[in-house]
């Protein structure tokens, strides 16, 4: 099996090749082949969680987008100000399909966009007092608004708008919460540090500061879950099936409220482990609640997250979820027979962030497909260490991947499909490689859950098995 890591070694070579020494030195340290065992240490460990090289274009976002575009943003009852210039509340605005129930402009603002507008005077003067009077007309225009968030963008960090000071002030005006976040993009090397930011946002000025009447045994948190194309709604389902009770959302379809009686939970689930770690392990010291990171990805994964958060509870929930997988595999069953003999052999190459780079592995494999390649545009080492263990020895693993180096890796893999994001979508096309927007699920979902495996089986088949792809011109 030693040749196998030979020879992707030497595949890694040959792209890195073109590179200048220095900048081929740093970028071999975040491409490994795969060794599922770790015994060869520090040796086969991809490098991550460090600034990207400049003049190596990269295809991550900033901590602005991992606080508004990623936890709080899908906080439906809440309105969130995007403090700065325009652009950046702009290319957030409604990127991603978090579903919500609700009015859009009544109760509900996830896919609105609400803008201090900084223009040249802002910077020159400053923007508190801008800040303030939009805080106003944001509780007169929207009463039902439960909370107000204050996301900066660079210029305020720069400039030193004391955002906690208005937010404090609006705070006992208005009557609701009003949360700074220091969130400027150039935080951190990436979104990752946006996720953290958020999390302790919510933590300091939210987290606990709401009573619930009722409580149970079963009362459970889904944390990391942002219902893009209606996940949520999807695991929920399972869950309450199980005989638990679900009392909060983080962040999809989720409310306020929700978010500060978490600490009644008695069990949190978390499905992305990057974004929402944090509060995670917050919880956990503080309040005592054990979490544990689940994977609704296929049924094979489905069938053992759910026995695994069956295992923290009594033998009434342990024989409602056999119960719960007996209705449901002879579906699963049928859904693999009708798409498996279309799939068989299949090959995938990942480049996605979150938890998809190694959770949907378990997908393809229940598909008869083999993912071939994988990495994370804003992963950690823990990160990494998850997904080896999911992949077979030799396989090519890379982190923060340039456009370049993911063109050559396809053009030497060649995979049958390439999951990626919206920044790599039209490229694939014009290589002619089928392609999947394994982001926000290309327009469709959901992919979690029971509801979710048979249109993931169905998406995958009709791109790997579409016919246009051969009438395209292939990119040389």
């Known amino acids: 099996m030693k040749s196998i890591i030979e020879k992707t070694q030497r595949l890694i070579d040959e792209v890195l090749e073109v590179y200048p020494e220095k900048t081929r030195k740093l ?34 976002g900033c901590a602005y987008a991992g606080s508004k575009g990623v936890v709080w943003g899908p906080i439906k009852d809440v309105v969130h100000i995007s403090h700065g210039p325009v ?13 919500y129930n609700g009015l859009t402009g009544i109760d509900s603002f996830v896919t609105m966009h609400i803008t201090s507008d900084f223009q040249e005077k802002d910077i020159v003067f400053g ?7 939009l805080c106003r007309e944001v509780k007169e225009l929207f009463p039902l608004a439960k909370g107000i968030t204050i996301q900066s963008e660079c210029p305020v960090g720069l400039i030193g708008d004391d955002i906690e000071a208005v937010a404090k002030k609006m705070t006992e005006e208005l009557g609701i919460p009003v949360v700074p976040v220091r969130c400027e993009g150039f935080r951190g090397v990436s979104q990752s540090l946006g996720h953290h930011i958020a999390n302790d946002s919510i933590r300091d ?10 409580s149970s045994p079963y009362d459970v948190a889904l944390i990391g879950d942002y219902n893009i194309g209606g996940d949520a709604w999807a695991t929920r389902k399972i869950l309450e099936e199980m005989g638990l009770r679900v009392i909060a959302h983080w962040t999809g379809d ?9 600490p009644r939970a008695k069990l949190n689930l978390i499905h992305c482990y990057r974004s929402m770690n944090y509060i995670c392990r917050h919880m956990e010291e503080r309040y005592g609640i054990p979490w544990v990171e689940y994977n609704f990805f296929g049924p094979t994964k489905i069938y053992q997250s759910i026995r695994k958060i069956a295992s923290f509870f009594d033998d009434y929930i342990k024989e409602r979820a056999e119960a719960v997988i007996a209705k449901y595999k002879p579906w699963m069953d049928r859904v693999i027979e009708q798409y498996r003999p279309r799939l068989e052999g299949k090959t995938v190459m990942l480049y996605v962030g979150g938890l998809r780079p190694r959770h949907v592995v378990g997908a393809y494999e229940d598909l008869g497909m083999k993912v071939v390649a994988t990495g994370y545009e804003f992963g950690h080492k823990d990160d990494y260490q998850r997904t080896y263990p999911e992949l077979e020895e030799g396989t090519l693993i890379y982190d923060d991947a340039t456009p370049y180096e993911l063109e050559e890796f396809t053009k030497r893999l060649k995979p049958d499909l390439v999951g990626s994001g919206i920044k790599e979508k039209y490229a694939y096309h014009k290589m002619g490689v089928p392609f999947r927007q394994m982001h926000s699920w290309d327009y469709s979902g959901p992919y979690h859950g029971f509801d979710g495996f048979p249109v993931f089986a169905r998406d995958m088949d009709m791109t790997v098995n579409n016919p246009t792809w051969r009438l395209i011109r292939r990119k040389s």
């Open 27 to 60: 970028r071999a340290k975040h491409i490994k082949p795969n060794d599922p065992t770790g015994e060869c240490g520090s040796a086969c460990q991809v490098r991550s969680n460090v600034k990207s090289r400049p003049g190596v274009m990269t295809i991550r």
């Open 87 to 99: 652009g950046c509340g702009q290319y957030s605005w409604w990127s991603r399909r978090n579903y």
């Open 127 to 133: 923007g508190d007092r801008k800040l303030e009077q």
């Open 205 to 214: 000025y939210i987290l606990g500061k709401a009573s619930v009447e009722k």
């Open 254 to 262: 989720g409310t306020l409220r929700e978010l500060a009686l978490t």
